[in-house]
């Protein structure tokens, strides 16, 4: 048994094998699969290619384009010949006669009415013209009115050419006459250094020419007053200066009213200029100074001088084209009247006002609070080499006190340098601002004269 076990025992050593890889052809692999690559991009480009052509047919097959409508222009009535007419006159019946003449009549009623109206709008028309022109003869009167106290200051510099051969050098602007105390005649002028001329003239309204001298300057405002003497003078000579009436520049009721310059706005003596007031109350940044500037909608020179007057024939403006904006260079702007008085007067008089070189501003109320900077006045600037400088004051610093006068903001500041005559020392107090909030400083400073006499 054990014998047929072991004879029925197969034998498979025979049957193992050994599976061998086969071995890749890079070559071939690369081959194949750059044409497929190169097949594939080919059948893009044919795709997009059949896509461009057939996209528009296509498209219009879906989406047909609608047709626009025909422009057609109404065909003008051709004239009949005589012939033509009298042929027509014939085949009308009497009917169609009588309701021709009847529409002719009704036509030739219509012209007639037409006519009326065209009559009636030409006589409104010669009426609104007439109107205008009586309200600029008006507006002529008043600015002829004003122009009476304008006056032409010429400041003549003796000079010398290459060759070494004299020569007058010349500057004209407009004058104001303020007032005539007796003995001499006041003139307000622009030019701090009119004092540096040789000789200076004032032209009056009849071209006569009158000598004239400086009887103040103002280093702040630029401001000269002018004096010519009475004495030598003729009554009828002394009767071609009509002094100004000085009016009010108020911001409330000035805004938007008309306004007449005259001077030289157009930048030629004897010339007038109407408009508007667009501002009253844009803050000059001048030292020591609260003044403020009107801005008009009049087209001038950027060399107007002159005066702003109403419709009254006041002076409300002294015209200042060093203050204009750099976008509108040529609108013409002034001064108000109503803060230059307290100057002018001063000048006028031979009084004196002290220069401390402040530039500043009083800060709004609700802006105090929240940042919490004390009452007075707020300076923003300093100016170089001036006796606030001198003494320390510095920007962001906050005046309360003027010698023994109390000062509650920007405007009371001012006002008490115009009533200090004598440039005495002062003290000045104020708050700083530092590391633990502002605190109480005070300085010694001393002031300068600010008017040149």
């Known amino acids: 048994m054990e014998e047929e076990e072991k004879t029925n025992e197969v034998n498979t050593d025979f049957m193992k094998e050994k599976i061998k890889q086969r071995p890749v052809n890079r070559k071939k692999l690369l081959r194949r699969t750059a044409v497929t690559a190169f097949l594939a991009a080919m059948f893009g480009a044919v795709a997009c290619i059949v896509f461009l052509l057939l996209e528009p047919v296509i498209n219009r097959a879906i989406n047909p384009p609608e047709t626009p409508e ?139 020419r009158y000598d004239a001298k400086v009887k103040a300057c103002d280093l702040v405002t630029g401001l000269t007053v002018l004096a010519v003497s009475e004495s030598g003078l003729s009554e009828e000579e002394k009767e071609k200066f009509h002094p100004a009436v000085l009016g009010s520049s108020a911001k409330s009721g000035l805004l938007g009213k008309p306004v007449i310059a005259v001077g030289s706005p157009a930048g030629t003596a004897g010339s007038v200029s109407y408009g508007i007031v667009t501002n009253a109350a844009l803050p000059l940044d001048l030292q020591d100074s609260s003044l403020l500037q009107i801005t008009t909608d009049i087209y001038g020179s950027t060399r107007a001088s002159g005066v702003l007057s109403d419709l009254s024939g006041n002076i409300i403006g002294w015209i200042d084209m060093s203050g204009s904006r750099s976008d509108s260079p040529n609108l013409v702007c002034a001064v108000g009247v109503t803060e230059l008085k307290p100057v002018i007067e001063a000048m006028s008089n031979g009084r004196q006002q002290i220069y401390l070189g402040i530039h500043g501003a009083t800060v709004p109320e609700d802006i105090a609070k929240s940042q919490g900077i004390p009452e007075g006045a707020f300076v923003t600037k300093v100016e170089m080499d001036s006796p606030a400088m001198a003494a320390g004051i510095q920007s962001g610093d906050v005046i309360t006190s003027l010698g023994e006068r109390k000062i509650e903001n920007f405007e ?36 300068k004269a600010r008017f040149l006499q």
């Open 412 to 447: 009371d500041l001012t006002l008490a340098l115009k009533e200090i005559d004598k440039p005495e020392p002062l003290q000045v107090s104020l708050q700083r601002q530092g590391v633990k909030g502002y605190e109480t400083v005070k300085v010694q400073a001393a002031p």
């Open 70 to 208: 025909a422009v057609t222009f109404p065909e003008e009535e051709q004239e009949m010949s005589p012939e033509q007419m009298m042929k027509n006159e014939k085949e009308l019946t009497q009917e169609q006669v009588q309701q021709q003449i009847s529409e002719e009549v009704s036509q030739q009623v219509d012209k007639d009415q037409i006519k009326q109206e065209v009559i009636s709008d030409i006589e409104r028309s010669r009426g609104t013209a007439k109107e205008l022109e009586n309200q600029y003869s008006t507006l002529g009167e008043i600015a002829q009115k004003a122009a009476e106290s304008v006056v032409t200051v010429t400041a003549i510099t003796k000079d010398y050419d290459w060759a070494g051969d004299m020569f007058n050098n010349t500057g004209s602007s407009s004058g104001l006459v303020l007032a005539k105390t007796g003995t001499e005649i006041l003139i307000l002028a622009q030019g701090s250094k009119l004092s540096d001329a040789g000789s200076l003239e004032v032209t009056t309204e009849d071209h006569e």
